[in-house]
Structures are given as C-alpha cells and as structure tokens.
C-alpha cells in the first residue's frame, strides 16, 4: 500500500483494509508459503484466498494481538491460539485492530448502559406502583378491579340490559 493511499488517523469511517500476509506456521503445510489476503473490518480478520474466504477471527474471540519485525500475530480464544501473520504491515494491521476492538468494546459498554438504567426505571415504576397500592390499603380504599368477564351470552345480555339475574327463589309466572 502506498503512504498516499495509507489513512494518516485511524477512525471507523477509513480502517477497512487489505493486506497481503503469508501464514508463518513453520513451513508444515503449504499455508507458510502461499499468499493470502487479510481484510481487516469493522467485526473482525478474514483471510481470504483468491475470492474466497479461507478463515475468520472476530474480535469478541481475539484474547490479544501485537506487532513484530516480521509481520503481526494474533491469540485466539481463551487458550490464545497462536496465529501469526507474515507481512511488512503488522504495525498497521494492529492499530486497525486496536481501533475496531475498541469500537466494539465501546457499543458493547453503551448497551450494557442502557439495559442497567432500563431496569432501574423498571424498578423505580414497579416502586411506585407497590407504594400507591399500600397508600390506598393504608386509607381503606381498595384498588379498583376490573369487572369479571360474563360466563354466558345470558349474562352478557343481562349486564346489557341492566336485569338482574333471575333467582332460585322467584316463583314461576303462572299461565
């Protein structure tokens, strides 16, 4: 990459990059000598091979990552993987994912904020509410109830009309 192409500060809106990088796994497999291309994005490092992806390390399972003369290195997952990157652009490829990681990091903080102090005014209403029922118990007053659901097209009918309902007791109405 040339230095005019290069960004000059590293903010979300300019750190998608390319690289190209070898993998330096000690020469057992062909990995070590062939080229790859690392994007680094805004959810993590892709390694892609030609056009097609070849392998993926997002940032919520990197454990760590640091720059060396021979290029950059990255642990993965909580037994800190060793995945090393052969290229003349570790520097870069660390401060990109510096800048990525804390922007997750950042969202990840906000989120966590915001549900906090959701539950907090949760908690403040169910409070209150709690407080309003014991005020009105406390004055004799009961809270209103809704009115139970009639039983029978009867008795709707009955709640429609204003009737009464008719009693065991009433004698039949003669003929």
């Known amino acids: 990459m040339s230095e005019a192409a290069r960004p000059t500060t590293l903010s979300p809106q300019n750190v998608h990059n390319v690289f190209t990088v070898k993998l330096a796994d000690g020469g057992r497999s062909l990995g070590a000598r062939k080229k790859y291309q690392l994007s680094v994005g805004s959810m993590g490092l892709t390694l892609l091979d030609g056009a097609k992806p070849f392998k993926s390390y ?7 990552w ?5 290029g950059c290195t990255i642990y993965v997952g909580a037994e800190k993987k060793r995945v090393e990157f052969l290229t003349p652009d570790g520097d870069e490829i660390t401060g990109l994912i510096a800048v990525h990681a804390q922007e997750i990091a950042d969202k990840y903080m906000a989120d966590r904020r915001r549900q906090s102090q959701h539950r907090e005014q949760q908690e403040q209403r169910a409070s209150a509410r709690r407080s309003r029922g014991e005020a009105e118990a406390a004055e004799g ?3 209103a ?9 009867q008795e709707l009918r009955r709640q429609q009309l204003g009737t009464p309902p008719p009693s065991s007791a009433q004698p039949a109405a003669a003929s």
Do not use: V
């Open 145 to 153: 109830r809704r009115a139970e659901a009639p039983q029978s097209k």
């Open 58 to 64: 997002i940032y919520a399972n990197l454990a760590s």
């Open 66 to 70: 640091e720059a060396g003369p021979s």
């Open 141 to 143: 007053e009961r809270p």
